[in-house]
């Protein structure tokens, strides 16, 4: 554990936050793990930033994974499985829950790229068994619709549904047959877990070929992102980091079904994930530059929806992109794609500013809605503060 006199060197070296500093000297502080390289003016302000956080925040442990104009942090704080385990560190796994979509629209511009699947194609095309008696007009439902939460399904499937069994396939389809669309597609935007779920299907489907090869093929394949992955070894449950519910019990990791894997089942490690944002920030990149462009792309803007729901958990919500949250500048902070997660005691945001060079990813690994704010609160005021406007 970090002693009084650690902090209060600190305390000294910054003085800008020697009140919130003072304050947390007699709070919990985590034990860190420090890796070997980067710029030392970004560890010192990331491993401060850690620091402050545990001090603050009763989470039993904390990940930061910061990528700044070619540099890498990567900083882990607390305890990853349970008393007297390690912090956590780069090549810790993790639950990334929902920016698993984020990576299903990086997927889907690298097949609109090659001209596996268009944008604007309805999934129909992909997946004609999805309309036939269908009461919903799913011929409608095209595959941005499904990527920018406009597609007019719900977040989850009705308990009813559920309820008779493990999901497969044909249940999605026997939804669109006994269930209309909640609004007509791109006109509003709803958050939903069934419309990524819907997604996967039809890319692996208009592939032919499953979506985990399809991911590795265009996605974690090129970046040598081995640790990404949708079930894990053996040696890679050795590296889990273990999530907890509100109250600090932990959770047991389960793999969900391959129905759900578009939605948000990924695993992945702050190494594969520093690998990943270095791509994404690789603006003027000629390899795979169409694909980047299009998932950088905006295509459904909040001004003129009648409704935009379901997007309060992170950033503001100005426009959707491929599976990308887009947050416009605002004071210092400059535009920003984002995407958070959580699953099974775990809660993760990525962010970066493509025009800026920096990128963050930050993880928690209890299920505590308060600390998991302040920590995307934290992530986004470190892209400010290494691209102030």
């Known amino acids: 554990m970090m002693t009084n006199m650690v902090y209060f060197k600190r305390i000294r070296r910054m003085s800008r936050y020697i009140f919130i500093a003072l304050a947390a000297i007699t709070l919990f502080a985590f034990p860190t793990v ?12 990331v491993e401060f930033s850690g620091e402050m956080f545990g001090a603050e925040h009763n989470v039993p442990a904390l990940i930061i994974a910061v990528v700044c104009k070619g540099e890498t942090s990567v900083r882990g704080f607390g305890e990853r499985a349970g008393k007297d385990s390690r912090p956590p560190d780069g090549s810790t796994i993790l639950r990334i829950g929902s920016i698993t979509k984020a990576f299903d629209g990086e997927l889907l511009a690298h097949l609109a790229a090659r001209n596996i699947v268009r944008l604007t194609d309805p999934v ?14 799913v011929a409608q439902v095209r595959f941005i619709d499904l990527v920018t939460h406009s597609a007019g399904l ?91 519910d509100p109250a600090g019990a932990p959770i047991p990791d389960t793999t969900p079904a391959p129905v759900h894997y578009g939605a948000g089942a990924l695993y992945s490690t702050p190494n594969d994930l520093v690998k990943w944002m270095r791509w994404h920030l690789d603006r003027f990149g000629r390899k795979d530059a169409e694909a980047r462009l299009l998932n950088h792309a905006l295509f459904v803007p909040r001004d003129g929806l009648a409704t935009v729901s379901g997007f309060g958990e992170s950033g503001h919500m100005d426009a959707m992109g491929l599976g990308w949250v887009a947050m416009m500048p605002e004071g210092s902070r400059p535009f920003i794609l984002q995407k958070s997660g959580a699953l099974q005691g775990t809660v993760s945001y990525i962010a970066f500013a493509p025009a800026r060079d920096v990128a963050v990813f930050i993880a928690i690994n209890k299920f505590d809605f308060g600390a998991a704010g302040a920590m995307i609160k934290l992530a986004n005021n470190l892209i400010a503060t290494f691209a102030p406007r």
């Open 154 to 244: 719900p977040r989850e499937l009705p308990p009813e549904v559920q309820s008779k069994g493990p999901l497969t396939a044909e249940t999605y389809a026997g939804w669109f047959k006994n269930h209309k669309l909640l609004f007509e597609p791109g006109r509003l935007v709803h958050y939903s877990n069934v419309g990524f779920d819907v997604l996967a299907i039809s890319l692996s489907k208009a592939a032919k070929k499953s979506f985990p090869d399809l991911l590795q093929q265009y996605v974690t394949g090129p970046l040598y992102m081995k640790d990404t992955v949708f079930v894990l070894s053996p040696e890679q449950k050795q590296r889990l980091m273990q999530g907890h």
């Open 34 to 45: 420090r890796p070997v390289h980067a710029d030392p003016l970004l560890d010192e302000i």
């Open 124 to 137: 129909t095309k992909a997946w004609p068994e999805l309309a036939v008696h269908a009461k919903a007009n």
